[in-house]
Nanobody, 121 residues
Framework: QVQLVESGGGLVQAGGSLRLSCAAS????????MAWYRQVLGKQRELVAT???????YYADSVKGRFTISRDNAKNTVYLQMNNLKPGDTAVYYC???????????????WGQGTQVTVSS
């Protein structure tokens, strides 16, 4: 079984920074694209950023220039550096990974448990 464990959330003032981490553990063959999503209570979960296994990245327009996604393939870990945070960034942030359990299996979408980020004005 594959698990994603997030850390690094918390309370920060507007203009501040936080760094989220998400580490994959368990038995698997490889991890493809990893991503960060966020969700505000009562709203749909939205994509924040993605990173492929080769380092290609994508960012939502709302976070471009402020957030940076990166990964350490040796540690099976993805990071989200969040700078110049705004109250509108307040949400629960979820890590997601496309995982191949074996070299013959289909890609499985695995989610972390979420970490709260609160930005005060």
């Amino acid at each position: 079984q594959v698990q994603l464990v997030e850390s690094g959330g918390g309370l920060v003032q507007a203009g501040g920074s936080l760094r989220l981490s998400c580490a994959a553990s368990g038995r698997f063959f490889s991890i493809n694209t990893m991503a960060w999503y966020r969700q505000v209570l009562g709203k749909q979960r939205e994509l924040v950023a993605t990173i492929t296994s080769l380092g290609g990245t994508y960012y939502a327009d709302s976070v471009k220039g402020r957030f940076t996604i990166s990964r350490d393939n040796a540690k099976n870990t993805v990071y989200l550096q969040m700078n110049n945070l705004k109250p509108g960034d307040t949400a629960v942030y979820y890590c997601n990974a496309g995982v191949l359990i074996t070299s013959f299996s289909r890609l499985s979408s695995v989610w972390g448990q979420g970490t709260q980020v609160t930005v005060s004005s």
